[in-house]
């Protein structure tokens, strides 16, 4: 995907403004594993992940709760420690090996200043609504997975069950009967 197209996905920039951008963004890889944001840490940037995928997670009794699964061709950060400057009660990890473009706050305030376009990337501050949508509809089983499906159609085909369950805070075990049923 070019810059222009990432752009593109939010707003409309003209070739100055994809200069400005490819100069204000940083690409970073990242392996397996590999920790973007440490649990405590104040979130700083944005990342727009170009290959492979993530996943930000919370320890809970000594279990690792799904917050959020991270494709190809989106935008990540942690919404509220980025937004509230706090620090993060989450880590977001690399679950295969990864390539990103990070855009730090500091970087976006700058863009922003040299033209108005990038205040179209605000957009980006907005994702939370598919969580939002899952968690605050009393949906069941069923209704989450198949919402899931339209909304990030490849999570199936990337994450294990297990983790796709913990993300829709259902069992296994319900997960793969409702699979099974489609």
């Known amino acids: ?45 944005v990342y727009f992940i170009l290959s492979g995928s993530f996943f930000q997670f919370q320890f809970n009794n000594m ?8 494709l190809p061709q989106e935008w990540m950060f942690n919404h509220p420690s980025l937004i509230n400057q706090v620090p993060s009660d989450t880590t977001i990890k690399a679950f295969e090996k990864s390539d990103v473009l990070e855009l730090s706050l500091i970087n976006l305030h700058g863009l922003i200043a040299r033209s108005q376009s990038f205040l179209s990337l605000a957009k980006i501050f907005d994702q939370t609504n598919n969580r939002t949508y899952l968690f605050d509809n009393a949906l069941n089983p069923i209704q989450k997975y198949n919402y899931i499906k339209n909304a990030k159609p490849l999570i199936v085909q990337v994450f294990p069950v297990k983790m796709i369950a913990s993300y829709l805070k259902i069992a296994p075990e319900t997960l793969s009967r409702v699979r099974a049923n489609h």
């Open 1 to 45: 995907m070019s810059t222009q197209e990432i752009l593109n996905s939010v707003g409309q920039f003209s070739a100055n403004d994809v200069l400005l951008f490819e100069e204000h963004t940083i690409r970073k890889s990242f392996h397996k594993n590999d920790v973007l944001l440490h649990l405590g840490e104040i979130c700083q940037s």
């Open 63 to 70: 279990t690792e709760t799904i917050i959020d699964l991270h």
